[in-house]
């Protein structure tokens, strides 16, 4: 389904983003590769971690875009979706998003917060002292009520 789409206005606009280096590291649950495609239409390029190569993650370059796929990419990784295997993620992952927050800020985008991994590793970033240093913003869909455990950790994070 998602072979060979074409990267919409939204991927473009977050490209922009990381071409003028206001954004360095994209997290995201999407199995699909429209990121890559935006960034690589502005001839960047990028890397890509993901569960199947997490184990190297603290080897990555700085000095280059990441895209952290948090549940596998389609082209080359055992997808994570189902309800089991969104319980928790890869340990590598989950300590690298960890360590991160406490250097940068996240802006939240597109995403509801559905699933137990993510948020779980949300909350434990939030342990740690001076979490997300340059603030936590998530955007909501106006017709999307978060669940109880989103606003809770969205009200935690507003109070550190």
């Known amino acids: ?10 991927f473009m606009c977050l490209s922009a983003l990381v071409s ?15 990121i890559e495609k935006a960034i690589s239409k502005l001839d ?4 890509v971690v993901s569960p199947e190569n997490a184990k190297s993650v603290q080897n990555y370059r700085y000095d280059i875009p990441t895209v952290v796929k948090l549940h596998g990419d389609f082209r080359y990784d055992a997808l994570q979706n189902t309800d089991e295997e ?20 996240l802006l939240v985008v597109g995403y509801s917060g559905g699933d137990k991994s993510v948020l779980q590793t949300l909350e434990k970033a939030l342990e740690k002292p001076n979490a997300f240093p340059k603030g ?6 106006i017709d999307v009520t978060p669940s109880d455990r989103l606003t809770t950790l969205i009200e935690k994070a507003y109070q550190q």
């Not at 280096?21 to 199995?31: E, M, R």
């Not at 960047?44 to 890397?47: K, L």
Request: proline letters at 4%; hydrophobic letters at 35%.
């Open 1 to 10: 389904m998602v072979k060979d789409k074409k990267p919409s206005i939204g």
């Open 44 to 47: 960047i390029s990028c890397q």
């Open 20 to 34: 003028k280096q206001k954004i360095n590291t994209i997290w995201t649950t999407n199995f699909d590769d429209l």
């Open 136 to 141: 936590l913003i998530w955007c909501i869909p």
């Open 86 to 105: 969104l319980q928790k993620l890869e340990d590598n992952l989950h300590n690298y998003f960890i360590e991160a927050s406490s250097q940068r800020g």
